[in-house]
Structure formats: C-alpha cells, structure tokens
C-alpha cells in the first residue's frame, strides 16, 4: 500500500450498498458467486428448475465472496454446513423450503415476477426502503434489544421525512404517493 494511502474497511459489495431495490431471479444453475451474489440481492426468486449451490469445497476452496457468512443467515447453520462443507446442490423447491429464496414458479412467469416485484420495491419511499432493509440486515448481527434500538431509531428519522408526510396525505387523498426521497 503507497505511503499515505487508507485501507477501506471491509465493506457489503457495491449491489447491497444501493438505495435501490435488487431481485435475483434465479433459473438453472446458480452456484459459487453467482449465489453468493444473489444471496446479496434484495430478493431471491427462482424457476422451477433452478439449482443453487456452493460447490467450492470440490475444488478444495470454500466460498470466497461471503457464502459462508450469508448463506447461515437464511438458510440455518445445520443447512449451511451441509451445502458448504459437502457442496451439495439442491433443487428451488427445497430452496424455498429453507429460506434461500421467497417463490418458485414455472420459467415463463419468473421474469414478470421479479419486474413486479423490483416495482414493487420500487415504488416505495426510498429512505423507508434503506431503512427497513438495514434494519433487517442489522437484526442478523446484533442482540434483540439493540437491534430493536436501531429499528426504533430509523422509524424516527423516517417518521421526519417529507416522504412519509407524503404517504399520509396520498392516503387520505386515495391516490399513489409521489415519493422524493426527501
């Protein structure tokens, strides 16, 4: 490292850092990174014949781009010990099962899904979005009262905003609400 220069702290990929919403549809093969970075996604969708794995440990390695870290979170430890350290792939059905992802559908409705879902999310309040998915992503590394804290914290801030002003008066309105970001 040049003289001077800082290290970053280690940090989520850039994908899971946005203020947008991100829906991995899933259809055929998705190991190694490729699950690893649909484990960063917003939302995991798949098609019925998807088929999702860390295989690494075939190859002598283990999952290099936070596999061993995220997929516990979804799937349980006893699961993620199983597909880590035997590389076992498993199918969408036994996917949704465990927690990997939300919804298995036939392929020709995969692609409407995730857009409806990616416009779902997306017509949200954009600092609510950040909000409820930190809040979310934090609950899987802190105490429940801390994490419960920090919730309560975000609904403040939000509370604030000119966006949930913006809510409150389109429902009354019985309207859309037509969200700044502010």
């Known amino acids: 490292m040049a003289p ?7 940090r989520p990929p850039a994908w899971e850092r946005l203020g947008k919403p991100t829906v991995a ?12 970075f649909a484990m960063g996604c917003t939302i995991r969708i798949a098609s019925e014949n998807a088929r999702l794995g860390q295989p690494e440990i075939n190859l002598g390695q283990i999952p290099g781009s936070g ?10 430890l006893g699961w993620a010990m199983q597909m880590i350290l035997t590389g076992q792939r498993i199918d969408a059905g036994t996917a949704r099962e465990i927690g990997l992802v939300t919804e298995v559908m036939p ?36 105490e429940l009262l801390a ?5 309560r914290k975000l609904y403040a801030i939000c509370m604030a905003t ?9 429902y009354a309105e019985k309207r859309a609400p037509r969200y700044k970001g502010r």
């Open 4 to 10: 001077g220069a800082t290290r970053k702290k280690n």
């Open 25 to 36: 549809a899933i259809n055929g093969y998705c190991f190694g990174a490729g699950l690893e």
């Open 147 to 151: 994490g419960i804290d920090f919730e």
């Open 162 to 170: 000119e966006d949930s002003r913006e809510a409150l008066k389109a």
């Open 67 to 76: 596999g061993t870290q995220r997929l516990y979170r979804f799937v349980g």
């Open 107 to 142: 392929l020709a409705d995969l692609m409407p899904r995730a857009k409806e879902l990616a416009r779902t999310l997306g017509a949200q309040s954009p600092m609510a979005f950040v909000a409820g998915r930190d809040a979310v992503l934090r609950s899987t590394e802190t």
